[in-house]
């Protein structure tokens, strides 16, 4: 049975850091799309980070240059690190995993990091409140 389970989430000041993690039970890391996303109250979840099926990272414009995403194939672990926080990144964050292949019958396409409709697995979320 595939599980996702995220950690690290916590509360700190303005301008600190903390390092979620997503441990992957029943499913591999390698080759698929994997990503982390939030939803803060009253607003869509939205695409923090991911890998695609090329291994390409991909990040929100609000977050770049701040936050990491990176992958421990030998953990089959999937981590955040974020640094800088501000108080607009408190949200509950998800981490989600998508298939390498989408198929359409005989038909298929790589999946797309970008498309939150590719991702199948999720995990249950850790909090994250960021305070000025």
């Known amino acids: 049975q595939v599980q996702l389970v995220e950690s690290g989430g916590g509360s700190v000041q303005a301008g600190g850091s903390l390092r979620l993690s997503c441990a992957a039970s029943?499913?591999?890391?390698?080759?698929?799309?994997m990503g982390w996303f939030r939803q803060a109250p009253g607003k869509e979840r939205e695409r923090v980070a991911a890998i695609d099926a090329g291994r390409t990272m991909r990040y929100a414009d609000s977050v770049k240059g701040r936050f990491t995403i990176s992958v421990d194939n030998a953990k089959n672990t999937l981590s955040l690190q974020m640094n800088s926080l501000k108080p607009e990144d408190t949200a509950m964050y998800y981490c989600?995993?998508?298939?390498?292949?989408?198929?359409?019958?005989?038909?298929?396409?790589?999946?797309?990091?970008?498309?939150?409709?590719?991702?199948?697995?999720w995990g249950q979320g850790t909090q994250v409140t960021v305070s000025s």
């Open positions: 029943g499913l591999t890391y390698t080759s698929n799309c």
């Open positions: 989600a995993a998508a298939k390498p292949k989408i198929f359409y019958g005989d038909t298929w396409r790589w999946c797309r990091s970008s498309d939150i409709n590719d991702y199948n697995y």
